[in-house]
Structure formats: C-alpha cells, structure tokens
C-alpha cells in the first residue's frame, strides 16, 4: 500500500546513490573536476553516458567548451577527494592543485583519467538537454579503463553526502 508523501521525503529513499567524477578542461587548459551523483547509461550500442550538471557549475563551461569528458567511477577509498572536488568551484580554484589526487592522461580525448578509480570512460559530448536547473550531458564512449586492483566503488549511503562503499 502507499502513502502519498512530499517529494523531499519520497526521494530520501533513493540511496545508496552511485557517485561519479566528471573532469573536463577549460579554455586554460586546466582540468576541472566534479563530482555527481545524477548519472545513468543511456545507451548500448553504441556504448553512451549521461551526466546531468546544474546550470550554475563552472563545470558547464568546462564541458561545453572541451565537448568532451572523462567520467569516473571513483573508488571507496577515493570519499574526501569526492567531497572536495564536490565542493569547491573550478572557477574559483584548481581543484587538481588543491587536493592531491592521482591522474593519467586520457588516450583519446583532451582530459585526464583519475589513476586510483575503479574504472574512467573518456567521452565526446554528443548532445545535451536542458532539464530544469540541470543540463544532461550525453557523452559517447570513447574508450574505457579499469584499475589493475580490484576496488570497490563509492556511494552516497545517505543524506547530507554520506559517502562509503555499500559493504
Ligand atoms: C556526493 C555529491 C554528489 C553531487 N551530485 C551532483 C549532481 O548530480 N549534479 C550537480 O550538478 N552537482 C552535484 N554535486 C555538487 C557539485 O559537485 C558541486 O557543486 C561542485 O562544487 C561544482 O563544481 P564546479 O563549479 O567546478 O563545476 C554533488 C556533490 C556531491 C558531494
């Protein structure tokens, strides 16, 4: 049976929440990144992503000036820098300076993979959709990593950005 609920209760029963870092380069050059919980594939064939920004994140200039990002499944170890590159504004600082986090550099796009991550996609931006205060970001896959360790992924476990594995 259900109760109807405001949609502020209803969705406080979404997690755990898988989280991503996206990191797109802006016309310095420098890489920016930031951290998602709104994400889905969208896509098999060919393989697609989906991210969705919020209209006022430096990330939107990032992405659409570079029209092309990494996304990646960071691990569980990876929670403080998830936090921070999920609370700072690129356009303020360089996050990459700031909090010292492993990357490689991307084979086929402009941007860097994050070396510790579970896995990192490199995507060309192949379309986008006004949502809202959102835009959604379709990325096709260009190419695909996964660490050489196994590692479990992180998730937002509960509200006020939680962040753990789910065991
Ligand atoms: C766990 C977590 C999940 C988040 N999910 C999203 C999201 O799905 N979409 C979004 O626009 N911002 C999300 N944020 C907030 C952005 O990461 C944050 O505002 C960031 O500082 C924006 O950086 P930028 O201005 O460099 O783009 C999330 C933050 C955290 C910590």
Known sequence: MQKQAEYSEAIRTKYPEQVVIAI???KAGRANPVTLGWTMIVSGNPPMMSIAVAKKHYSIETITHSKCFTISFPSAQMADAALFFGSKSGRN???FAEFDCKTEPAQAIDSVLLADAVANFECTLESQIPAGDHIIFVGKIVAS?????PKKRLYTIGPGH????TS
Do not use: C, M, V
């Not at 990593?145 to 360790?149: Q, V």
């Not at 939680?162 to 594995?165: A, D, F, N, S, V």
């Open 162 to 165: 939680k962040l753990g594995p």
């Open 93 to 95: 600082i360089d996050k």
């Open 24 to 26: 797109a380069k802006d």
């Open 145 to 149: 990593h996964i660490n050489t360790e």
